[in-house]
């Protein structure tokens, strides 16, 4: 064997390790994709279950939240504070849906906001509310929120 069959050899070899070196960074990093989703995923919901567990031992928030919020006897402060929860579930539904829109969280985790905000969304306040956020907001998300939210409620 002389310096050129080696040298083949070796370049053989090389292109062998090289490509099982693409092959292992390739599997490592799907998982640390599979690991960035469920570390998203985790993190919203536990936000959100954080946020039901404090509203629950909050007495006073309880009984707010237990009022027709679609009556006309509220309250200013009231109906403020009705807009700061609609706000508060929309800024959850934004974040969940752009991780969603990345690819980052699973579809269900769009789908459980989704269905905590829809109702309200189509009360007095709601359409009033979106009014706001809707320019601030990607086209994309504006048709797949109302599509989801109003269907055939009109809120131009």
Do not use: C
């Not at 009014?131 to 809120?155: C, G, H, M, Y």
């Amino acid at each position: 064997m002389n310096m050129g069959d080696l040298s083949d050899i070796a370049q053989i070899m090389e292109a062998i390790l090289f490509s099982l070196t693409v092959i292992y960074i390739a599997i490592e990093a799907k998982q640390a994709l599979h690991l960035t989703k469920a570390q998203f995923g985790h993190s919203l919901t536990q936000r959100m279950y954080d946020r039901y567990l404090s509203s629950a031992q909050n007495t006073d928030f309880a009984m707010f939240m237990a009022k027709n919020w679609d009556g006309d006897d509220m309250a200013d402060h009231e109906q403020w504070r009705v807009t700061l929860w609609m706000n508060t579930l929309l800024v959850d539904i934004f974040d969940t849906w752009d991780m969603h829109d990345r690819g980052l969280v699973e579809k269900s985790h769009l789908d459980m906001r989704v269905q905590a905000v829809e109702g309200l969304m189509r009360m007095r306040l709601g359409p009033a509310v979106w009014q706001l956020w809707k320019p601030a907001r990607d086209p994309r998300f504006v048709e797949w929120f109302e599509n989801e939210i109003f269907d055939d409620v009109s809120t131009t």
